[in-house]
């Protein structure tokens, strides 16, 4: 029953979206029941007083489905599936909007380590309104031009951790929360910036390319000159 949440202040009903929420879909998970697709937005649907939550498994899981590996897809979906873990899209910046071809976060290869380094070099950079990069999400699905041996390959996805076990951000990480909007206020959209913040190279979800240990981009022949990274989106 979702009547009362129209008397609650914002904080109550962010709260109350996260309570419900986890609660039918825990359930499950600890029961040892196999969701599917269809049963994971049946339980959406239940809880659904407005919320981040569903863009976890809408946005977060979707994108891992789609652009990960089946390595990667196996490593992250079960943990996501059950809610061991919790994650936003971080696509969206201040100075653009949703046009991915103007992104100017960058995340450049470092072969001595074998990372990538996630930098917002500018404010209009900031990932800005990623639904449940506010407050709840531990993960995100950062999007980032792709530096290689100082050659730009332009927008690609990594996994990056947020926030750390206590829930407060990462070393490098700064976030925020972007307050009242006019509508859809139990959803804590938010703010990130990334300052040289490293995520190891296998986080590159990499379906349709991969580089390297030695720092050497290779394309899938199957998808090269496609235009599979907008997939995600286009499905949502």
Not at 18 to 26: A, D, L, M
Not at 176 to 197: L, M, Q, W
Request: charged share 20%.
């Amino acid at each position: 029953d979702n009547a009362g949440i129209y008397y609650m202040t914002r904080e109550e009903r962010v709260k109350r979206h996260i309570e419900v929420f986890v609660g039918i879909h825990k359930k499950f998970a600890d029961d040892g029941y196999r969701t599917e697709p269809n049963d994971i937005m049946m339980m959406t649907n239940a809880s659904r007083n407005q919320g981040a939550f569903g863009l976890h498994f809408g946005a977060f899981a979707s994108t891992i489905m789609s652009q990960g590996t089946s390595e990667q897809v196996m490593e992250w979906l079960p943990r996501a599936y059950t809610m061991q873990i919790t994650g936003a899209l971080a696509q969206t910046e201040m100075g653009h909007g949703s046009n991915v071809r103007a992104l100017q976060t960058t995340a450049e290869y470092d072969p001595a380590t074998q990372e990538f380094v996630i930098n917002t070099p500018t404010l209009p950079a900031a990932k800005f309104w990623p639904g449940g990069l506010g407050k709840t999400a531990v993960f995100a699905i950062v999007y980032a031009n792709l530096i290689v041996a100082g050659k730009d390959y332009g927008y690609h996805s990594l996994i990056v951790q947020l926030r750390d076990e206590n829930h407060r951000p990462m070393p490098g990480v700064e976030l925020y929360e972007a307050g009242p909007k006019i509508g859809d206020n139990s959803t804590e959209t938010g703010v990130a910036r990334f300052h040289n913040v490293r995520v190891p190279r296998d986080w590159l979800l990499s379906k349709n390319q991969h580089v390297t240990p030695e720092g050497v981009y290779v394309k899938n022949a199957k998808t090269a000159g496609s235009k599979v990274q907008y997939a995600t989106m286009l499905s949502i």
